[in-house]
């Protein structure tokens, strides 16, 4: 059992290139997200899955994508990189979607990605 | 909406002694979870303590308990017999029933001294 596990640790852009930064979990999670933690602003969502095939938009989904085609795997798409995506990204994975105010909730992170834009 | 208060971005605390880490929250919602993480220098996210918006007793887990404090919206996460281990940031987060979404505090940082 694995939980939840990201690729790569690290990796430097430059600005306009696009990458994938990869997240897996086999826990059986119904629910995915992936944040980004800059210095001193906590951690903000970007995009979250609340199953396969259906996504939604956090609170900074901006020049990312997501698509969630397994229960598994919730990739994250920097679509053309910018500085301002300098950052560590971190993916989460919880087993409870339909309910709230049960441990259910709790969401386990993976070890993080931290991406550097030149 | 949904906000997560931590005002404290630095403490301080003696080895063996007790530290109280500060959380408000606000929310409209009458069902919610609230969470505690702590992030060491290592980078990794590991979960403390959760509690419920409808349990009854504060939660506890080992040398975390969570001092909740329902009508005044604060979920204070205290840490007894402080180990040097213990040196980290500390996220205060939640969930609401009605939305998928889990958000976070700034942290504090918490130093423990020998």
């Known amino acids: 059992n694995a939980g939840v596990t990201q690729t790569p640790k690290f990796q430097v852009l430059k600005t306009g290139q696009s990458m994938t930064l990869q997240c897996a979990q086999d826990?059986?999670?119904?629910?995915m997200s992936w944040y980004r933690q800059d210095p001193g602003m906590g951690l903000r969502l970007i995009h979250y899955?609340?199953?396969?095939?259906?996504?939604d938009q956090g609170e900074v989904p901006n020049g990312y994508n997501v698509s969630r085609s397994t229960t598994e795997d919730f990739p994250l798409r920097l679509l053309s990189a910018a500085p301002s995506q300098t950052s560590v990204y971190f993916c989460?994975?919880?087993?409870?979607?339909?309910?709230?105010?049960?441990?259910?909730?709790?969401?386990?992170f993976g070890p993080g990605t931290r991406l550097t834009v030149l | 909406a949904q906000k997560i208060t931590q005002t404290q971005p630095g403490m301080f605390v003696q080895e063996k002694e007790a530290v109280t880490l500060d959380c408000t929250y606000d929310t409209s919602d009458p069902s919610y979870g609230l969470f505690w993480y702590k992030q060491p220098s290592s980078g990794e996210m590991i979960f403390l303590i959760y509690?419920?918006?409808?349990?009854?007793q504060n939660a506890t887990e080992g040398r975390y308990s969570l001092n909740f404090q329902k009508a005044r919206k604060s979920a204070n996460l205290v840490i007894s017999a402080s180990q040097l281990g213990d040196s980290a940031m500390y996220f205060c987060?939640?969930?609401?029933?009605?939305?998928?979404?889990?958000?976070f505090g700034t942290g504090t940082r918490l130093k423990v001294l020998a």
């Open positions: 987060a939640m969930r609401e029933r009605g939305t998928y979404k889990y958000i």
């Open positions: 899955s609340v199953g396969a095939g259906i996504t």
């Open positions: 826990m059986n999670h119904e629910y």
């Open positions: 989460a994975s919880s087993y409870s979607t339909r309910t709230s105010g049960e441990a259910g909730d709790t969401q386990y």
């Open positions: 509690q419920g918006s409808y349990d009854q």
